[in-house]
T-cell receptor, first 115, second 112 residues
């Protein structure tokens, strides 16, 4: 596609439920990143994929959070037993090869609200 | 551990004014320093990337400088326009080069 696509754009769920957030990176981009942004804060790193593997998952806050990228393109961020503190905008970004001097392209994000 | 701070948190200026946004970082061993723009309800758009060996980078009315020794970067916007109204974020990579560490941003409002 033309840009990074994230679905859904908005997700409202109840505390304790399971949610999946999807990211479609730019075609051909091997590097994919997930960030979380709370109101008034900068994006906070969650996980970085290079191809199908998680090269750095040190930002995942706890074991309720998990992400996959089985075919090296689309990625899904999965949150189990959601808590109100999980409410935030979840941003996905991709770059061509993951080199540090490459431009990152961000999606518009998924606004997650946990009631 | 890299930490990034931005001041001011918010800035309001009349159209046509030149302005400077500030960014500071704690670990001077950076790979590069990046500036992004974020519009409400949108993702981030990359504006400028200054490599660690560079002192500044320019794109149109935007000029970003980097002083590694003092741990500072500035984004200079010339002749501001209402369309420049947005949140501006700076970021530097962590030591492993795998994750960008962002500041909280400066929210700019340019009035006509």
């Amino acid at each position: 596609g033309a840009g990074v696509s994230q679905t859904p754009s908005n997700k409202v769920t109840e505390k304790g439920k399971y949610v999946e957030l999807r990211c479609d990176p730019i075609s051909g981009h091997t590097a994919l990143y997930w960030y979380r942004q709370s109101l008034g804060q900068g994006p906070e790193f969650l996980i970085y994929f290079q191809g199908t593997g998680a090269a750095d998952d040190s930002g995942l806050p706890n074991d309720r959070f998990f992400a996959v990228r089985p075919e090296g393109s689309v990625s899904t961020l999965k949150i189990q037993r959601t808590e109100r503190g999980d409410s935030a905008v979840y941003l996905c970004a991709s770059s061509l090869n993951g080199h540090i001097d490459e431009k990152l392209f961000f999606g518009s994000g998924t606004q997650l609200s946990v009631l | 551990k890299q930490e990034v701070t931005q001041i001011p948190a918010a800035l309001s200026v009349p159209e046509g004014e030149n302005l400077v946004l500030n960014c500071s970082f704690t670990d001077s061993a950076i790979y590069n320093l990046q500036w992004f723009r974020q519009d409400p309800g949108k993702g981030l758009t990359s504006l400028l990337l200054i490599q660690s060996s560079q002192r500044e980078q320019t794109s149109g009315r935007l000029n970003a400088s980097l002083d590694k020794s003092s741990g500072r970067s500035t984004l200079y916007i010339a002749a501001s326009q209402p369309g420049d109204s947005a949140t501006y974020l700076c970021a530097a990579y962590n030591q492993a080069g795998t994750a960008l560490i962002f500041g909280k941003g400066t929210t700019l409002s340019v009035s006509s």
